[in-house]
């Protein structure tokens, strides 16, 4: 159910591939509180990267409503409260939602401070002074000003990613999507992105996280999802999907991971 | 029986010297400018063929509005006019030959449209110039598209979703994000189609573009004299190609050294 303070409410989901031979997500139901720490966890394949993508719409769902800000944005078009027909505004609508990728995908061809105030200018429309103001806070913040007119080839994994979180930030997101944010890592650099990720949470920030970072998701999770074969199988408290798993699929996954 | 080739024939060609410099001018700019109209063209078709444009969209959607899975309706809507156009027009241009576009851009396009008729420097008859640039900048257009589109589809997608999940719209990613990475890569070989351009350009001297090919025509025609010439324009080739080659190799290799920083 919709509580007062839900950002974002998913039903019924439905990515369905090849005439609905694969179904990537096959009705998924739930809502994003805002604050929540929302940790989805589930075997490879099960649809997790889907659910999390199809939140900002980087994949299209064939079946289902997300409800954000009042809209339903799975259509392309929708009646506003004069009820006049308006386009869907994807841009728009994707700077609310900050993103984290497993890859980083920051750009090669420009320094981290020149990735950190591409989107702040040429989207929200801050001048160069106050970009970058506002970038080299942020990247204080993660302990990397000193990499300001470094490119990103020549950091390592986890400063990466730490640019990676706080280029999203820059854009002062009302959320943030995380896709396996440390799979890509060494291990010794995982816990400085976690590290980042949890003060992020102290903070109160919204986050919907992908991770096999069972530690993670048992300290900073208030909420933690458990998927498979597209489906939303288990959802809880850390505690109730740790300790008191009730489906035989999370007890399976949980007996390999843990 | 005379020799294949006769040294005494070279100080009767001298004369015709000036022929051949301006010759290698006419060779150079017309390979230039080819390249430019080949590369803007280029740039135009590959973004066709590469758009997103599918006016038939709303067939393909249900009657909630979610995309079909599939079926007639669904594969009709993914029709895109623009990359169709593009497609075709690459295809039809690199399946017929350079000589027959020539001709029907110099003899057909060029006749209905008059061309104004003065020298560029004084003797590039530019209504024989501008169509031969026309005509190679159109082909080199087409292989240039290949080249550009594996160009920007050699960019990982991941850009792209970095991109727009910060908000940048679909002309904002292409241009920062994209474009800037593509274009650095295929950089060398849009330099390399310059110096098949030199080469290929020697066919424009059937519709009267006098490059080297047409000086050694020229001196042909007032000597009888063939195999000299065509002598000396082999090396005025192989001076502008082998050289540009080469030079275009060393940056290739030290841009990507420089990638590896
Ligand atoms: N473009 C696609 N075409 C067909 N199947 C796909 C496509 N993308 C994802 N899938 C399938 O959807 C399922 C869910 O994928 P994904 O969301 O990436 O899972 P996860 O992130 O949990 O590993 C997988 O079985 C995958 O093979
Ligand atoms: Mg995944």
Request: glycine share 8%; net charge neutral; with cysteine.
């Amino acid at each position: 159910m919709a509580t007062r303070d839900s950002l974002i409410q998913v039903t019924d989901l439905k990515k369905h591939y090849r005439m609905g031979t694969i179904k990537a997500l096959d009705g998924v139901t739930t809502d994003v509180n805002k604050g929540d720490v929302m940790v989805v966890i589930g075997p490879s394949g099960s649809g997790k990267s889907t659910f999390l993508r199809s939140l900002n719409l980087l994949e299209e769902p064939t079946g289902g409503a997300i409800i954000f800000d009042g809209v339903d944005i799975t259509k392309k078009k929708y009646k506003d409260a004069s009820g006049k027909t308006v386009k869907l505004d994807i841009d728009g609508l994707r700077q609310k939602m900050g993103m984290v990728f497993q890859h980083f995908n920051l750009f090669p061809h420009m320094t981290i401070l020149e990735n950190m105030v591409l989107a702040p200018m040429k989207v929200k429309g801050l001048d160069r002074a106050e970009a970058e103001k506002k970038a080299m806070a942020l990247l204080e913040r993660v302990g990397l000003a000193d990499r300001a007119d470094a490119y990103p080839i020549q950091l390592s994994g986890g400063q990466k990613q730490r640019v990676a979180i706080v280029r999203a930030l820059a854009m002062e997101p009302e959320v943030m999507l995380f896709d396996e944010p440390t799979s890509a890592l060494d291990p010794e650099m995982v816990g400085e992105v976690l590290d980042v990720m949890k003060e992020l949470a102290r903070e109160g920030m919204t986050m919907v996280c992908v991770t096999h970072e069972m530690g993670f998701a048992r300290e900073v999770g208030n909420r933690v999802l458990f998927m498979a074969d597209g489906k939303l199988l288990e959802e809880g408290t850390p505690e109730q999907i740790f300790e008191h798993p009730q489906h035989p699929r999370l007890r399976d996954f949980l007996s390999k991971v843990l | 029986m005379d020799s294949f080739i006769q040294l005494s024939n070279f100080p009767k060609i001298a004369p015709y010297a000036k022929l051949f410099e301006q010759g290698m001018l006419v060779t150079v700019l017309l390979s230039l400018f080819t390249v430019m109209i080949g590369f803007v063209l280029a740039l135009v078709l590959a973004l066709m063929r590469l758009s997103n444009f599918r006016p038939l969209r709303f067939l393909g959607l249900d009657r909630d509005g979610h995309q079909r899975e599939g079926g007639v309706l669904a594969v009709i809507s993914r029709f895109n006019p623009l990359s169709f156009l593009a497609t075709a027009y690459v295809e039809i241009l690199r399946s017929t030959p350079v000589i027959v576009q020539i001709f029907i851009i110099y003899y057909g396009v060029f006749t209905l449209v008059e061309l104004p008729s003065f020298q560029l420097f004084g003797f590039i008859k530019f209504d024989r110039f501008f169509p031969g640039v026309v005509a190679l900048g159109m082909n080199s257009g087409a292989y240039l598209c290949e080249i550009m589109r594996s160009g920007i589809q050699s960019i990982d997608g991941g850009q792209t979703e970095a991109a727009r999940s910060l908000g940048l719209s679909q002309v904002q990613n292409l241009r920062y994000i994209i474009l800037p990475q593509a274009l650095k890569n295929i950089l060398p070989a849009i330099a390399n189609e310059f110096v098949v351009i030199i080469k290929e350009s020697a066919i424009t001297y059937t519709i009267g573009v006098q490059d080297i090919m047409s000086a050694v025509n020229a001196v042909k025609g007032a000597t009888f004299i063939i195999i000299e010439p065509l002598l000396v324009a082999t090396a005025i080739y192989f001076c502008l190609c082998f050289p540009t080659s080469k030079l275009i190799a060393y940056f290739e290799r030290r841009m990507s050294r420089g990638d590896k920083r």
